[in-house]
């Protein structure tokens, strides 16, 4: 079987995205494609042919693209900061723009020594994770109450672990009960959370509301629900001075931090956009002890 050029099967797979309805057609045939051959996107064009059998599993992922799986199911990986985390059904998959929301948290402990640090409904782990792969002697707790996306995130624990990085303590448990991380009460540096915040009803790519966890994405009527747990439990976990880092939908701009607002131990409410210029996350910080 003679070899066949790679730049028309990438071509192809882009006609055939595009005709689908994927937001990134050429983006995503060049991962695609990458992630075939076996070599990083920006070489891909010192591949020039390739075998027939590479060709037909390109456009085998290709067609399964087209249905709208998402594209890091079809990797088998997500990547968050500095950190790559298997994914796949029964978790919610990470986004780039929570980086921003762990690149906010890491610097805000950059001044602490072996910090403590809580990632809320972790699901995949990826946010716990950045946090430990950027602060090796940072003490990370991660919480997830389904049980499907903890599976995964033990996973990806483990292969952290495996790896040479420092252990995440995983804990089955539901953000909104009364007695959380009862251990950690006043002794938080750092909690992060990317909760369910979507309001119900919310009309979502297939990639989002055939793939995700529906309890992973909405948050109730205003997608608020999981949000007003997140803030209670925090102000209890925050030591004197620790910070608070809470991701919403875009939304949410200024309900978030009026409810931040609201906590007289929270004070330092700001609201942060995304790279699109969209409100995507807010911060506080637990008054010390002489303003409490």
């Given at each position: 079987?003679?070899?066949?050029p790679?730049?028309?099967?990438?071509?192809?797979?882009?006609?055939?995205?595009l005709?689908?309805?994927?937001a990134?057609?050429?983006?995503d045939?060049?991962?695609?494609?990458?992630?075939?051959?076996?070599v990083?996107?920006?070489?891909?064009?010192?591949q020039?042919?390739?075998?027939?059998?590479?060709?037909e599993?390109l456009?085998?992922l290709?067609?399964?693209?087209a249905?709208?799986e998402?594209?890091?199911h079809?990797?088998?990986?997500?990547?968050?900061?500095?950190?790559?985390?298997?994914?796949?059904?029964g978790?919610?998959?990470?986004?780039?723009e929570?980086?921003?929301l762990?690149?906010?948290?890491?610097?805000a402990?950059?001044?602490?020594?072996?910090?403590?640090v809580?990632?809320l409904c972790?699901?995949?782990?990826?946010?716990?994770?950045?946090v430990a792969?950027?602060?090796?002697?940072?003490?990370?707790h991660?919480?997830?109450a389904?049980?499907?996306?903890?599976?995964?995130a033990?996973?990806n624990?483990s292969?952290?672990i495996?790896?040479?990085?420092?252990?995440?303590?995983?804990h089955?448990?539901d953000?909104?009960s009364?007695?959380l991380?009862?251990e950690?009460?006043?002794?938080?540096?750092?909690?992060?959370?990317?909760?369910p915040y979507?309001?119900?009803?919310?009309p979502?790519?297939?990639e989002?509301?055939?793939w995700?966890?529906?309890?992973?994405?909405?948050g109730g009527?205003?997608?608020?629900?999981?949000?007003?747990?997140?803030?209670?439990?925090?102000?209890?976990?925050l030591?004197?001075?620790?910070?608070?880092?809470?991701?919403?939908?875009?939304?949410?701009g200024v309900?978030?931090p009026?409810?931040?607002?609201?906590?007289r131990?929270?004070?330092?409410?700001?609201?942060?956009?995304?790279?699109?210029g969209?409100?995507?996350?807010?911060?506080?910080?637990r008054r010390?002890?002489?303003a409490?």
């Amino acid at each position: 079987m003679s070899r066949q050029p790679l730049r028309l099967a990438i071509a192809e797979a882009e006609r055939m995205l595009l005709a689908a309805g994927v937001a990134s057609p050429r983006h995503d045939a060049e991962v695609l494609a990458a992630h075939v051959v076996g070599v990083e996107r920006g070489r891909l064009m010192l591949q020039p042919l390739v075998d027939p059998p590479a060709i037909e599993a390109l456009r085998q992922l290709v067609v399964r693209r087209a249905a709208r799986e998402p594209l890091q199911h079809l990797l088998g990986t997500a990547v968050l900061g500095p950190v790559e985390v298997a994914v796949g059904p029964g978790v919610f998959t990470p986004r780039p723009e929570t980086e921003l929301l762990l690149e906010w948290g890491v610097h805000a402990i950059s001044g602490v020594s072996s910090p403590v640090v809580v990632d809320l409904c972790t699901g995949s782990g990826a946010l716990a994770l950045g946090v430990a792969a950027s602060r090796p002697d940072a003490v990370v707790h991660a919480v997830e109450a389904d049980a499907a996306a903890l599976s995964w995130a033990q996973r990806n624990v483990s292969d952290h672990i495996a790896a040479g990085g420092t252990p995440v303590t995983l804990h089955a448990a539901d953000v909104r009960s009364g007695d959380l991380l009862l251990e950690l009460e006043s002794h938080v540096d750092l909690v992060l959370c990317n909760p369910p915040y979507v309001p119900d009803g919310t009309p979502l790519p297939p990639e989002v509301t055939e793939w995700d966890p529906r309890v992973a994405v909405f948050g109730g009527p205003d997608g608020l629900d999981v949000i007003r747990a997140v803030i209670a439990s925090s102000a209890g976990l925050l030591r004197y001075g620790g910070y608070l880092a809470i991701e919403h939908d875009d939304t949410h701009g200024v309900l978030v931090p009026a409810l931040l607002r609201r906590r007289r131990v929270l004070t330092d409410v700001a609201e942060h956009q995304d790279l699109n210029g969209r409100p995507r996350f807010a911060t506080a910080r637990r008054r010390d002890a002489a303003a409490s």
